[in-house]
Structure formats: structure tokens, C-alpha cells
């Protein structure tokens, strides 16, 4: 399942290569016009995943709800606040030599970043490390899980996860239109907060339909996924469609693991999967800058197919968000769950319940 998060994160690369570049909607690139969409599957996908591991972990006082928050905040914020920090230096050196922004950064978007609450249309735009909306967006989904864990008695079951899903999903539509969206798929730093909770619902009721599924079912629900995938991805406007898509995905790829765990060359999209988040941190601004410098220095720029310069610019993003991964992603989480494990044993200790 991880490599998902792979394929996810380079067809949210793909999307701003397409975008930013003014490539036609032809060939190989129809399906980049779409790319936007990846950061669903990933929500999707995390609801799976969270649900997995902490959905039948025990409620009210048996859910240790800060350790559970504390080994959220390790897992994403540490790469968060290094790029948040690389970005700000970014922006004020481009104002410093004279090149003219779009909109100038203020004290509270450095504020709102800091706190990740720039999902919830505080601010003006997408600024500093923009797809950071998205992580904004997970803590919320992460918060909202964690106090419902924390205040039931029981697990929640499916009926719940049910209600939750049109619930939100009609709130997140209802919310998006009135920002002029057709659906709420869309917004990202306007109540892209909103955005992640019906996906979310949906990757826990796909983790608690995939203990119903057995591999042929899972074959079948894989294969049905892709070949609709391959079509529905072609469309740029595609919205609530990939949806359901993307649940047969995740929960084939889960039932199925096992198998396809033994292909070839699976040990590397497994790794690419683990530096994903790496990869869509960072992708963002080295695209800025090979677009932008790569023109004045190199005149022989637009003799180069735009398919080339993808695949070179995303195999620089994969080299430096390896490099990311293992420099500050993965020691700052490994060193923040640390202090909790000896705060923890410090305590129990202090208690003489060990």
C-alpha cells in the first residue's frame, strides 16, 4: 500500500508541471490535467491507514489521545516547519533582488502556516510552502479523529463512519459552491479543512470492508478500479467519481499485499512510497526554480522535449526529497517519538508502576 502514496504524490507532481507550464491536454499528459486529485487518494488512504492502526485501540480514557496527537505532529511537522522556514528565506531573497510577487507575505500567513490552520480560509491564497494546506487539512481530519476516540465508549462502527461520510460530504459541497466550486474536491486553503473529512470517512469504511473481502473479490474490485481509473483520470474536471475509485484501489492494495509484495522491483516503490511526503513537500519549489532559472541559463532550453524536462526535474525532486527524508523527516520523528517514550517511562516510573 505504500506504493500508492508514490503514485500519488507524482501525479500531484505532474499536475503542477502541467499547470504551470501551459502543457495541451493531449497523449500522456491528459491524465496530469487531473493530477490535483492525488492529494484525495491521499486522504482517503490515510483514513485506511489511521482506522487500521488506531481504530480499534480503545475509546475514552483507554485512547492515550496525546501520544496519539504527539505521534501525528512527529510525523508530519518537523519537514512542515524546515520548508516553511526554506520558503520564507526563498521569498524574501526574490524580494530582495527586485522580483515582484504576487502578493506579499504577511506576519499572520507566517502565523497560520506556523499553527497549520491555512486550510481553514484564513488567509488570501496558497503562500509560503502552498501544498502545505494539505497537511493543515490532515491535522484537522487527525484532531477530529482523536477527540471522537477520546470522548466514545465503544469504536465507532460502520453505521457511524456511514453517517459521518454523507454528512460531511454534504457540508464540504455545500461549502465549497458557495466559494464558486462545483464540488469539494477543490478548495485548498479555503476550507480545503473541509475537504479531507468525507474522504477520510471513506478510506475507514473501506479498512472496515476490506475484513469482508477475500483476494478474488479484491482481484476483481483492483481491476475494476484501475480500468475505470484509467479512464476517469483523462478528464481534468473529474471529481467525485474517483472517489469510490480510489477506496477499490486502497482496499485491493491492502488485500492483496501479500502478492504483490513478491513482484519484481517492488522493494523500490515501497522506498518511494516511505519519502513520498518528502516528495510532495518539496516538489513544489524545485519545479519554481528549474522553470524559472532553467530558461537563463541553459539556451538551449526549448529545444528539449517537455516530457524530458519532467522526467528530469522529478528525478532531481526524488533525489532531494531522499535526501530530506533521511537528513530531517525521518530523524526529527524518530527523536520526537523518543522524548514521548521516555517521557512516558519517566512517568510510570515517578508512579512506581514499573
Do not use: C
Not at 75 to 91: A, D, I, T
Not at 204 to 230: C, E, N, Q, W, Y
Request: zero cysteines; hydrophobic letters at 55%; charged letters at 10%.
Amino acid at each position: 500500500m505504500t506504493t500508492i502514496r508514490f503514485f500519488a504524490a507524482a501525479w500531484v507532481f505532474s499536475f503542477h508541471f502541467w499547470s504551470w507550464l501551459g502543457l495541451p491536454d493531449t497523449g500522456l499528459w491528459r491524465a496530469a490535467g487531473s493530477g490535483a486529485r492525488g492529494v484525495d487518494l491521499f486522504f482517503v488512504l490515510s483514513g485506511f491507514v489511521i482506522y487500521h492502526v488506531y481504530g480499534q485501540s480503545g475509546t475514552g480514557r483507554d485512547f492515550n489521545f496525546a501520544k496519539f496527537m504527539w505521534r501525528r505532529f512527529a510525523r508530519v511537522y518537523p519537514l512542515h516547519f524546515v520548508l516553511l522556514l526554506v520558503w520564507l528565506v526563498f521569498l524574501v531573497g526574490l524580494a530582495r533582488i527586485g522580483v515582484q510577487l504576487e502578493r506579499s507575505v504577511t506576519l499572520w500567513d507566517l502565523v497560520a502556516s506556523v499553527l497549520l490552520i491555512q486550510s481553514w480560509h484564513v488567509t488570501d491564497g496558497l503562500l509560503l510552502n502552498g501544498v502545505a494546506w494539505s497537511v493543515s487539512a490532515e491535522m484537522t481530519a487527525y484532531l477530529s479523529f482523536g477527540l471522537l476516540m477520546s470522548l466514545s465508549r465503544v469504536p465507532p462502527g460502520w453505521k457511524f463512519w456511514s453517517v459521518a461520510l454523507v454528512t460531511t460530504a454534504i457540508v464540504a459541497h455545500l461549502v465549497a459552491h458557495s466559494e464558486g466550486y462545483p464540488g469539494f474536491m477543490h478548495p485548498t486553503w479555503d476550507f480545503g479543512a473541509l475537504r479531507i473529512l468525507p474522504s477520510f470517512a471513506l478510506g475507514v469504511l473501506t479498512r472496515m470492508v476490506a475484513d469482508h473481502v477475500g483476494t478474488r473479490g479484491a482481484s476483481i474490485v483492483g481491476g475494476i478500479a484501475l480500468i475505470g481509473l484509467f479512464f476517469v483520470v483523462q478528464n481534468p474536471d473529474a471529481g467525485y467519481v474517483l472517489l469510490p475509485l480510489f477506496a477499490g484501489l486502497i482496499l485491493a492494495a491492502a488485500r492483496l499485499s501479500h502478492h504483490l509484495g513478491r513482484m519484481p522491483g517492488v522493494n523500490l516503490f515501497v522506498y518511494l512510497g516511505e519519502i513520498s511526503y518528502s516528495t510532495y513537500m518539496v516538489h513544489t519549489l524545485i519545479l519554481l526554480i528549474y522553470s524559472n532559472a532553467g530558461p537563463r541559463i541553459f539556451g538551449f532550453w526549448d529545444r528539449v522535449p517537455m516530457t524530458l524536462h519532467a522526467i528530469i526535474v522529478f528525478l532531481i525532486i526524488l533525489a532531494a526529497s531522499s535526501l530530506s527524508y533521511h537528513l530531517i523527516e525521518k530523524p526529527a520523528r524518530n527523536w520526537l517519538n523518543r522524548r514521548w517514550s521516555r517521557r512516558e517511562t519517566a512517568r510510570a516510573a515517578s508512579e512506581g508502576t514499573i
